[in-house]
């Protein structure tokens, strides 16, 4: 069953977008039909990582892949991919602060400056976890299905905890959403890291 | 049509409509036809065609000159070009799109009425919050 919640933060991400200009999306989980419509209104190249699917785990197993390999194979793009917005829907609740670190690291050579980003997360570290799937209806609706079943590797953190752990991405604008969670809008803070 | 019992290794080309019911590796180039791979289809090639429907698994890049559609019971690993790209309901993708589809339909988005700024909340009644702007 699909339930639609109002989006603030939508309308405003698009609003700093040239959408005459061809857009490339990074979609951190499943690909959902409606977004995949919403975006087929656009000239865009949509790249969908579920990791939901395929959480990378830290392991002291001796010859385990480290986390920074694990994503670094997730997020492999062709030479020269550059996103214009990354719509990073939950995943950050499914991370601790390495898994963070290293995910952020592997898609540095990816973002620019002008990056931006879309998000969902938790508001404290006590806020349930919802196991939903989003996807966009239009710019102001986000569509919110049921995941299936809940993740054991949930692991919120406090809205201030997650702005320290996000490297080089800032939080620009976050709006309080029942059930203690956040969305949120991201832009790059310090494009210095970038380099 | 490609049965259920017949495998193919190698190119698959033509001038009329496919459907593939069994198994194809290699390439399938139909540029002007359209390409459906059934339930019971399993496909690990590159596809060219006009219109590409997928019932059943594709494990490759597709090429649709026109439209690509991914239906519940699709499967598909690899890269989409087309104008437009369908996913039905349950379909499962992993892999990238890339569409465009003309300057009618992206001025007729670009033109649409905005949403407005002040809108908020959800449909259970219960407000949103604006909580900070860092700039």
Known sequence: MTAKQTSKLLSSLFSRIDIEERLTV????????????????????????????????????????????????????????????????????????????AFLGELRPYVTSSTLAHGFAAYKRSTPQTGHLYGIADQGTVNIRPRGQLMSTYTPHAQNELKSRLDYFGISRSVLLPDSRLELLFSISQPGKLA | ???????????????????????????????????????????AADIFAKAVNIDGEVTGDITGNEKVVISKSGNVRGNIVAPRVTLEDGAIFKGSIDMDPGDAAVKKVSLAPGVSSSSSGSDDGSPAFDLKSNG
């Open chain 1, 26 to 101: 990074l979609h951190i989980g499943p690909a959902l039909p409606e977004t995949v419509e919403y975006f087929s209104n656009f000239r865009c190249k949509l790249f969908f990582v579920d990791l939901f699917s395929e959480l990378p785990q830290s392991s002291d197993e001796e010859g385990a892949p480290s986390l920074e390999e694990q994503f670094a194979g997730l997020l492999d793009f062709p030479e020269g991919t550059k996103f214009d917005l990354c719509l990073f829907w939950d995943i950050f609740n499914f991370l601790d602060s390495i898994a963070i670190a």
């Open chain 2, 1 to 43: 049509m490609i049965g259920p019992s017949i495998v193919i290794k190698g190119t698959v080309s033509g001038d009329e409509d496919l459907l593939v019911q069994g198994r194809v590796e290699g390439k399938i180039e139909l540029n002007e036809h359209v390409v459906s791979v059934g339930e019971s289809g399993r496909v």
